[in-house]
């Protein structure tokens, strides 16, 4: 049996600033049975330039097209106490906290917060110094993929292996940055292809409207899931939209907790729930006519039906030939004992 795949509620900005719509979220990762959830940690200054324009989806999103992403940003930053606020109130939830640095100083401030893995933005694959910094402190790494071709992702990989983070740390999600992203656009096969070019662990960061697509991806192997998760997609924000409501996000953990144990192993044999149903579902020889002892049994003689539990339908031939013991009549089931 598989380990469990480790899903990523990514409350990301969806708090919209709101310290108690955190906690909400937090509340609502809870419910859902997820293992982590994931913020964003960021100075505005030290991510964008004041007069960077919105991606196209942030401004359908937003609806205000003359803001600038510093402008947006600066509204969703999480200062130093809200952070060691949301890791408490985790702690008591009994959820383990995330987030995700977008800039040198907030990988600092994650480190002085104990956090105990690092997840790395599709946005910050070409950023070497970012990547070597995370790549030194030498705890695992999640790794996201988007907008990259395998020639992107094989940069940054060699910048963490060279920075002496070991392979096993280090873990790969396929990816696309549309918000919400064209099914026609997920390409979940690559998600196979990078985990066996690099040989890790690999699974997916999603931003589908639905829930099937991680479904999917654990189907096909993947041991990490991230998905986007708001309290409600019509509040204004970036990433509401293409964002899974409360019970949106607890159907898609029940459905990835039922695909591990469907998975299963990779042995073909009956199941244990599947033992009583042989004896009636299969079937067995039995007598087409009545036979009397001394008769030879030939093929029109016996026919095969249900129940499964006389001589298999596969052992015909070894029958065929043989005299009978003792009469026996239409129907009956035939026994290695009938006959000499």
């Keep these: 049996m598989k380990n469990s795949t480790l899903i990523i509620a990514e409350a990301g900005v969806n708090h919209n600033g709101n310290i108690e719509l955190a906690k909400k979220l937090i509340d609502a990762a809870v419910k859902a049975g997820v293992d982590y959830v994931k913020f964003q940690t960021f100075k505005a200054e030290k991510l964008v330039s004041s007069s960077a324009k919105q991606a196209e989806y942030q401004q359908r999103n937003i609806g205000k097209k003359g803001n600038t992403q510093f402008d947006m940003l600066k509204m969703l930053e999480l200062d130093v106490d809200t952070h060691r606020i949301l890791i408490d109130y985790c702690n008591q939830s009994g959820i383990k906290f995330l987030s995700t640095a977008f800039d040198l100083e907030s990988i600092d401030l994650l480190v002085n917060l104990g956090i105990d893995l690092f ?22 790494v999640i790794l996201s993929t988007g907008m990259c071709t395998i020639g992107d992702v094989e940069n940054a990989f060699n910048v963490f292996i060279q920075a002496g983070l070991p392979r096993h740390k280090i873990s790969i999600l396929h990816c696309n940055t549309e918000y919400p992203t064209p099914m026609k656009d997920v390409n979940l096969n690559a998600m196979n292809t990078l985990g066996a070019a690099f040989d890790v662990n690999y699974g997916y960061s999603d931003h589908t409207l639905g829930i099937e697509v991680p479904i999917a991806a654990v189907a096909k192997g993947a041991t990490i899931v991230e998905k986007h998760f708001t309290l409600d997609k019509n509040m204004e924000g970036p990433d509401h939209k293409a964002s899974l409501e409360p019970r949106e996000l607890k159907d898609m953990v029940m459905a990835i907790r039922n695909i591990e144990l469907a998975l299963g192993s990779a042995v073909k044999m009956p199941s244990p729930s599947e033992h009583a149903n042989m004896k009636v579902a299969r079937k067995s020889i039995h007598c087409n006519k009545p036979l009397a002892a001394g008769d030879t049994i030939a093929f029109g003689d016996l026919t095969m039906i249900r129940p499964g539990n006389g001589i298999s339908p596969m052992e015909i031939y070894s029958v065929l030939g043989k005299k009978m013991r003792r009469d026996l009549g239409k129907g009956e089931i035939l026994n290695y004992t009938d006959f000499e």
């Design 119 to 140: 997840k790395i933005p599709s946005g910050e694959i070409t950023n070497l110094p970012y990547l070597e910094k995370i790549a030194k402190i030498g705890k695992p």
